[in-house]
């Protein structure tokens, strides 16, 4: 029975690794109704390696895609991309991205990890940025976990469409539309 | 003659710090068509100091009005500031700003150069910004100086609508939009 239910338990986590491989072993521990302690050993069991390794692996393999900006450009982690379709970023907020007084984090940031993602999924040997529409809707705070998926919506001629959605866990903090330019990468830019 | 053609350009030049206080020595020696040398003589005996000096004055005497922010938080230069109505900042793009392939400057640049100097012109003790539209219109490029100018268009309960605009030289190279919301100082933000 114990046996049984670990099996049952093992195969889940192999699931989530695929669907929701940024939860953290205290996320899957709550999924899965167990201690972080069984979810260690399950890891351990089944190769799988720990959440920052996983997301490094995911960064490093997916970077060597982008072509239209430098892949070190993308703010914070890019951990999946499919050129000229969709990608998908981590930026974790930090002490130095607040603003001092409200201590809400600085638009900045949001703005560059939408930007530079939606950028990133440009198939074209260039773009730069034409137009940028957003929302900020939740403020963030440091130690908050940013996850941007970014989406081209449709293309036309030099044109791109992109939308980006950034959701701290569940709840969305930040949207943006953009219209994207790609450059001739001989010839100068065609802006 | 000499002298009263001296007395003339002496007092345009005067006229000139108030209406354009960021001309370098060169664009003054342009306008009034002469050379360098005869403006840097004519700021000595005027007791004009030179741009970078005069960028500084401004900035430090304008800076102690910011509310909504901390002053150091404001992106380049805050070089005027009515609260509650229009501020004005520059900002030069350096070799770390531009894109590596595009050699264009990244739009997080602007961005932040906008936003900072919307939210530093708000007259509320902090705020942040909700939502922002914005159009890139030129592309920017190291060495380039920018001007932004914001204005306070309307104010609705705690949501101020200001618009930027920042010019490379004469040319209009962004626009924004912004709506942002100010926060109470006690009792957390109300977003």
Do not use: C
């Not at 799988?48 to 993308?74: D, F, G, H, M, N």
């Amino acid at each position: 029975m114990k046996r049984e239910k670990k099996r049952i338990r093992q195969s889940l986590l192999i699931d989530y690794m695929k669907t929701k491989p940024f939860f953290t072993d205290e996320d899957l521990a709550k999924l899965l109704n167990v201690s972080i302690q069984t979810i260690r050993l399950d890891r351990l069991e089944l190769g799988i390696p720990e959440l920052r390794e996983r997301i490094k692996q995911l960064a490093e393999a997916t970077q060597k895609k982008v072509k239209s900006i430098s892949s070190k450009e993308v703010s914070g982690e890019l951990i999946d991309l499919e050129l000229g379709k969709s990608g998908i970023s981590l930026l974790n907020i930090t002490e130095d991205m607040v603003f001092e007084k409200s201590r809400v984090a600085k638009g900045e940031y949001m703005f560059a990890q939408a930007n530079s993602l939606a950028l990133a999924l440009i198939d074209a040997p260039m773009a730069v940025t034409g137009v940028a529409n957003m929302k900020y809707k939740a403020p963030v705070h440091v130690g908050d976990k940013l996850v941007a998926k970014a989406e081209l919506k449709h293309r036309r001629g030099n044109k791109f469409f992109v939308w980006v959605k950034i959701k701290n866990g569940t709840k969305e903090v930040f949207r943006a539309k953009f219209i994207l330019v790609s450059l001739e990468s001989n010839g100068g830019p065609k802006v």
